[in-house]
């Protein structure tokens, strides 16, 4: 039976993961490390929408209806807007999303440090997952476990989201693996047993993260992601 590690190396062999992993830690990517724009980012995300076709379009229509001519400056200034201002409606689409970004940016508004990435980043080294609902942003309606990760992730953090993606990728070591102890029947479980195999082969959080998303993604979609990121594909 093959260890966890070689069962990862399996799957990362010919892969991008740590390019990938990398864009997200260093904001490498195309929102880059705009806070506004992150925010924005998570929060298209929160329909489950994909990247290329649905967050990013999003987010290139808000820099354009608001940053562009700097209208909005500030998580303040995002979260006085009314939640059905004409433009906003046009830019984010679905109420969910739009109640989402609005409360989240009062949360980060109200935070004390001086600057929004600055709020943005303490708030990511600060929140814990496990008890996300009863995090200020994690008990917003809406934001569940993948989507509260996903902007910790977007914040410069070394994690993983617990989406179908990671859920289908530990079933599949598990499998592979033959370890009864990696569980994936709640949002939560799957997360804890992607650190437990971060914890125990050479693959950061982030990383299986991204050998996750690589593995469960068809290839146009890999493609196009690739492709705004600016990376090679090797497979």
Do not use: C, N
Request: charged share 25%.
């Amino acid at each position: 039976m093959p260890s966890p590690q070689e069962v990862l190396d399996g799957y990362a062999e010919g892969t991008p993961y740590a390019d990938l992993a990398a864009a997200y830690l260093t904001f490498d990517h195309p929102t880059g490390d705009d806070p506004l724009g992150l925010l924005v980012e998570a929060a298209a995300s929160t329909t489950g929408q994909r990247y290329a076709s649905g967050v990013r379009p999003t987010v290139e229509r808000f820099e354009t209806a608001f940053l562009a001519d700097d209208s909005l400056a500030s998580f303040a200034d995002l979260a006085a807007l009314d939640i059905e201002d004409e433009t906003l409606v046009e830019v984010i689409g679905a109420e969910r999303k739009r109640h989402v970004l609005l409360e989240a940016a009062q949360v980060l508004a109200d935070r004390p440090e001086g600057d929004d990435f600055d709020a943005l980043q303490a708030w990511a080294s600060e929140a814990d997952v496990y008890r996300y609902g009863h995090d200020p942003i994690g008990k917003i309606s809406g934001v569940g476990p993948s989507s509260f990760q996903y902007l910790r992730q977007l914040a410069g953090i070394d994690t993983a989201k617990p989406d179908p993606s990671l859920e289908q990728f530990v079933d599949a070591v598990r499998t592979e693996a033959d370890i009864e102890m990696l569980d994936t029947d709640e949002p939560l479980r799957t997360l804890a047993s992607a650190e437990w195999l971060a914890l125990t082969t050479e693959y950061r959080l982030l990383e299986i993260d991204r050998l996750a998303w690589w593995t469960y993604t068809d290839s146009d979609e890999r493609d196009t992601v690739m492709e705004l990121f600016e990376l090679a594909t090797t497979s």
